[in-house]
């Protein structure tokens, strides 16, 4: 077997937990998992540290599946409160983002279907005055 160990990341820089940040939002936002990422996040807000060591206990097993160095990597971004508080503002500005446009397209139907019903009625009572 060639597994190289790779060894414990004890710190990261702000430049790579804003990478990571912008990666997980992106990741969250484009699923249209947004509410419901926003609501995980702040509801396990307070106990953000146990489940840093949580993840630092299971690493073992999610090395199997998980590239370690960006596992760990995550494991140090959620660790910091500031960083939590960052990943959910990210994720609700790319959620409005994303939202505008599909906002901005349903606005467009709902007036295209009133057009067409006001049409339909329209119709309908010229037929009946003559």
Known sequence: MNYKYQGIITEISEEEAQQMIEKVARFIVTRHL?????????S??????????????????????????????????????????????????????????????ARLKKKRRKAKFKAAVARIFRKHKS
């Open 44 to 105: 396990l807000h307070p106990l953000h540290s146990l489940g840093t060591q949580a993840l630092y206990f299971i690493m073992p097993f999610a090395e199997i599946i998980f590239d370690s160095a960006k596992y760990q990597r995550f494991a140090l971004m959620i660790q910091k409160e500031e960083n939590i508080k960052a990943l959910v503002k990210r994720i609700d500005e790319l959620d409005e983002e994303l939202n505008e446009e599909r906002r901005a397209q």
């Open 34 to 42: 947004a509410p419901a990422g926003i609501l995980a996040i702040e």
